[in-house]
């Protein structure tokens, strides 16, 4: 379990400072945290996707997934 936890704590650590080496198999831990890896793994997409697009609003890029974003939640105001 030790192993696990440590794997899990350095996939946190990658998806803050590495993304490219982000990576966590789920296969390898054990039956009772894969529904936590799995959990984590869509937490660091939502991360990784929020990075990127404020790094492209804070450089001016509207793409049009980004667009249709802020469109949207500007219309639900």
């Known amino acids: ?3 696990a ?3 899990l704590f350095n ?7 590495d993304q490219s ?6 296969e390898t831990l054990p039956d009772g945290i894969t529904d936590l890896g799995s959990g984590l793994q ?3 997409e939502c991360v990784m996707e929020t990075k990127e697009l ?3 609003l804070s450089k001016g890029i509207l793409n ?9 939640n500007l219309l639900n105001l």
């Open 64 to 72: 049009g997934r980004l667009r249709r974003a802020i469109i949207i």
């Open 54 to 56: 404020a790094q492209s």
């Open 11 to 17: 996939y946190l650590h990658d998806v803050i400072f």
């Open 21 to 26: 080496k982000a990576v966590l198999n789920i």
């Open 42 to 44: 869509y937490f660091a």
């Open 5 to 7: 936890t440590e794997n």
């Open 1 to 3: 379990m030790e192993a």
